[in-house]
């Protein structure tokens, strides 16, 4: 147990040396992140569409 202990303050003592992003910043990545999943869920939904397309057409 004496370990848990000694480890969980350690990672206390790291978290305070993280550097955590300003707010514009977050703002910033978050957008970023959220547009590129939208744009791979249309990319992959057209390629999966065309795909499909094509195997319809073989007899």
Do not use: Q
């Not at 970023?32 to 999943?37: G, L, P, R």
């Amino acid at each position: 147990m004496n370990r848990v202990g000694k480890f969980l303050r350690d990672v206390g003592r790291e978290m305070k040396k993280v550097s955590w992003p300003k707010r514009n910043e977050l703002v910033r990545y978050t957008i970023t992140v959220v547009s590129t999943v939208i744009f791979m869920t249309v990319f992959f939904a057209v390629v999966d569409y065309g795909i499909s397309s094509l195997i319809r057409l073989i007899p």
